[in-house]
């Protein structure tokens, strides 16, 4: 959870763009990564009208009878695609997780559902962004948090804070966002 309010905050991300980062979108040496897809919880009937080229990867479903997939989708718009330029602890945080997931696969071998997936379980399988913000929210409320905010809250509050920092450039933070 922290990884993710971290990226969300920080590159101003949606839960299911944070959801969906690639590992392999991820460059150490100039700190940055790249949004090119966005995971998102797709029901049946709708996956069905989705258009073919947006969609990425169907994961498999946990259950028969459930309505609805986890769906890995390229991004609705040109402008979507777009590189994120990591701080230094955020970049830290990521090179932590990276160390996990390898040695989660390690541990498992073939057990592990390498879906190459940086927000994950530990055994590779995608996580639902809704349970990304109700993580969020369960978490601020543990915390005796009274307003709080969900998490398209999160990205904003770091796109103002981006506007705090570059001395009210708007237009600069609309370009990196």
């Known amino acids: 959870l922290h990884l993710a309010v971290h990226l969300g905050f920080?590159?101003?991300?949606?839960?299911?763009?944070?959801?969906?980062i690639d590992a392999n979108s991820?460059?150490?040496q100039d700190h940055s990564l790249w949004i090119t897809q966005i995971l998102e919880r797709v029901s049946d009937d709708s996956?069905?009208?989705?258009p073919k080229e947006r969609i990425v990867y169907i994961f498999p479903?946990?259950?028969?009878?459930?309505?609805s997939s986890l769906v890995l989708k390229a991004p609705k718009t040109e402008g979507s695609y777009r590189k994120q330029y990591l701080t230094g602890p955020?970049?830290?945080?990521?090179?932590?997780?990276?160390?996990v997931i390898e040695q989660n696969k390690a541990i498992l071998g073939t057990a592990y559902h390498d879906y190459g997936?940086?927000?994950?379980q530990s055994d590779g399988r995608p996580i639902d962004p809704n349970n990304l913000c109700k993580a969020f929210r369960k978490w601020q409320s543990s915390m005796n948090i009274k307003?709080?905010?969900?998490f398209q809250g999160l990205r904003k509050s770091g796109q103002m804070h981006k506007v705090r920092i570059s001395q009210n450039n708007y237009q600069l933070v609309a370009k990196s966002s």
């Open 61 to 67: 479903k946990q259950t028969a009878v459930s309505k």
């Open 117 to 120: 997936l940086l927000i994950c």
């Open 47 to 50: 996956l069905a009208q989705l």
């Open 10 to 20: 920080v590159c101003s991300l949606r839960s299911g763009e944070v959801a969906g």
């Open 147 to 150: 307003n709080q905010i969900d």
């Open 26 to 28: 991820i460059n150490p």
């Open 90 to 99: 955020l970049l830290d945080e990521i090179m932590q997780r990276l160390l």
